[in-house]
Antibody, heavy 122, light 106 residues
Framework: QVQLQESGPGLVKPSETLSLTCSVSGGSTSRYYWTWIRQPPGKGLQWIGYISDRAGTNYNPSLKSRVTISIDTSKDQFSLRLSSVTAADTAVYYC????????????????WGQGTMVTVSS | IQMTQSPSSLSASVGDRVSITCRASQGISNSVAWYQQKPGKAPNLLLYAASRLESGVPSRFSGSGSGTDYTLTISSLQPEDFATYYCQQYYSTPWTFGQGTKVEIK
């Protein structure tokens, strides 16, 4: 069973950079895409971006200028950096695997981390 | 692509049949997934490709639709089904979610 675990600071100061790492166990980061999703308190889900096992990336245009996702397949980890944060970036951040379902050429987020709350405040 | 879910919340009783709809701002060729989220937990994948049940998900959950309109149906609501449900399109990036439907106990 694939398991994901987010780690990183729970408090980030405004204008600084949020950095999170997702560690994958029970499986390899190879041959899959991996993604970050966030959820502000009491609100819905926002897709941040994804990275392939070969480090190809795709970011949400609304965050693209501030986001970097990287991967270290040797450690089965991938990371998120979000620069110049404001209070609007306060959210639970989830990492997830992008599953590919060959029966229907479908993609979906099939394994998720438990989420980590990041608060932006001075 | 904007995903508009309705209703935003509903109250239902155990055993009720419940339907949640999601309308995409353009055709998405069945490229929709549905997730269930319970308070304080990560979302859990229920269906993909509009109607394909993820492994381990009870058969009381089903999905249908085409073009721009998609529906998640719970045939007989169980106590563990009270949660918030989200649709999500993967037809094109940026992948987007509906705003969620909270299913509450009547």
């Amino acid at each position: 069973q694939v398991q994901l675990q987010e780690s990183g600071p729970g408090l980030v100061k405004p204008s600084e950079t949020l950095s999170l790492t997702c560690s994958v166990s029970g499986g390899s980061t190879s041959r899959y895409y991996w993604t970050w999703i966030r959820q502000p308190p009491g609100k819905g889900l926002q897709w941040i971006g994804y990275i392939s096992d070969r480090a190809g990336t795709n970011y949400n245009p609304s965050l693209k200028s501030r986001v970097t996702i990287s991967i270290d397949t040797s450690k089965d980890q991938f990371s998120l950096r979000l620069s110049s944060v404001t209070a609007a970036d306060t959210a639970v951040y989830y990492c997830a695997r992008v599953g590919y379902f060959s029966d229907s050429s479908a993609f979906a987020f099939d394994f998720w981390g438990q989420g980590t709350m990041v608060t932006v405040s001075s | 692509i904007q995903m508009t879910q309705s209703p935003s919340s509903l109250s239902a009783s155990v055993g009720d049949r419940v339907s949640i709809t999601c309308r995409a701002s353009q055709g998405i060729s069945n490229s929709v997934a549905w997730y269930q989220q319970k308070p304080g937990k990560a979302p859990n994948l229920l269906l993909y490709a509009a109607s394909r049940l993820e492994s381990g998900v009870p058969s009381r959950f089903s999905g249908s639709g085409s073009g721009t309109d998609y529906t998640l149906t719970i045939s007989s609501l169980q106590p563990e089904d009270f949660a918030t449900y989200y649709c999500q399109q993967y037809y094109s990036t940026p992948w987007t979610f509906g705003q969620g439907t909270k299913v509450e106990i009547k």
